[in-house]
Each structure stands twice: as C-alpha cells, then as structure tokens.
C-alpha cells in the first residue's frame, strides 16, 4: 500500500509564499523510482496540473500559470517531494495533491492526471487578496 501524505497549507496573503511537503510511505513503494507531481483543485473546476519532477530530479516541467514562481524539488533520502510556491495570487487558492507516475525510472515528465497512479489526500492552500 501506498501513502502520500501532504503539508504545509494554508493561508497566505497575496505575494507571500508556502512550502507544500509530500511524504511516501509503503512497504512495497520505493520513493526514489518514480517521478511525482503536483496537481491543484479548486473549487468547480477540474484537477490541473502544476509542476512534475522525473524520479532523479534531473527534469522539471511546470504549468504556465506557475512558471518563475513555483518550484519543484525532491530529497530522495526523506521520501520527500516539495513544491516551493512565491508571489502567490488568490487564483492560486485551491487543494494541492502530490501524486506519484505509473511508469518507473521515465525520463520526461507528465502533465496528465492518467498518468499517476497514486494520489495523496490534499492540502488546503488558501491566498487572500
């Protein structure tokens, strides 16, 4: 079984900053094989993605919406993927999910939802104007 538990939300003022944390867990789930994903959900909108990183760290990719502001980076020795987030807006506000890909060891980097096969529960992130 897989867990991917997410932290570090919460309520920011416009043009401030969050560190969002996501752990894995699991007896058969060997972190550094997979390359992770950050996807946001806000409300009456569908999932979208935010920033990917491949399972060694050597790739990034990011949403345009996000771009120069969001950072991706992961410490393979804490089972750990971050997503340092700068100069928030209020669009930014939504639930943010870590999610691992289906496909060990790739290469590149993807921005689909089918793409990932474990997901963890969310983090509130909340930006006030």
């Known amino acids: 079984q897989v867990q991917l538990v997410e932290s570090g939300g919460g309520l920011a003022q416009a043009g401030g900053s969050l560190r969002l944390s996501c752990t894995a867990s699991?007896?058969?789930?060997?972190?550094?094989?997979?390359?992770m994903g950050w996807f946001r959900q806000a409300p009456g909108k569908e999932r979208e993605f935010v920033a990917a990183i491949t399972w060694n760290g050597s790739t990034t990719s990011y949403a345009d919406s996000v771009k120069g502001r969001f950072t991706i980076s992961r410490d393979n020795a804490k089972n750990t993927v971050y997503l340092q987030m700068n100069s928030l807006k209020p669009e930014d506000t939504a639930v943010y999910y870590c999610a691992a890909v289906r496909t060990l060891y790739s290469g590149a980097t993807t921005p689909y939802l089918r793409d990932y096969a474990f997901w963890g529960q969310g983090t509130q992130v909340t930006v006030s104007s």
């Open positions: 699991g007896r058969t789930f060997t972190f550094s094989s997979y390359g």
